[in-house]
């Protein structure tokens, strides 16, 4: 049974940064196309960015609009998600998953 340990989240002012890190266990993490969705209360899970299993290919939501930057260290098996310039609509909790199962979250809060 694998298993996603996502941190790095916290309380930062609008146009500040994060680094999100999630820790993967239990599978084999290079061979899987991983993920980052968040989910705000109140609203449906969107998707964030997602990166191929060797990190050559990535893609973002369109709300992204360049500011946050998916990558991943197979040899750590860590997924990452630099943020960057974030919005106070950037508040939600943020998870990973290599879509057959998702960590806890982290909680990014965006104060304007």
């Known amino acids: 049974q694998g298993a996603l340990v996502e941190s790095g989240g916290g309380l930062v002012q609008a146009g500040g940064s994060l680094r999100l890190s999630c820790v993967a266990s239990g599978f084999t993490f290079s061979n899987f196309v991983m993920r980052w969705y968040r989910q705000a209360p109140g609203k449906e899970r969107e998707h964030v960015a997602s990166i191929s299993p060797s990190g050559t290919s990535v893609d973002y939501a369109i709300f992204v609009e360049g500011r946050f930057t998916i990558s991943r260290d197979n040899v750590q098996r860590t997924l990452y998600l630099q943020m960057a310039n974030l919005k106070p609509e950037d508040t939600a909790v943020y998870f990973c998953?290599?879509?057959?199962?998702r960590g806890q979250g982290t909680q990014v809060t965006v104060s304007s």
């Open positions: 998953t290599n879509d057959k199962q």
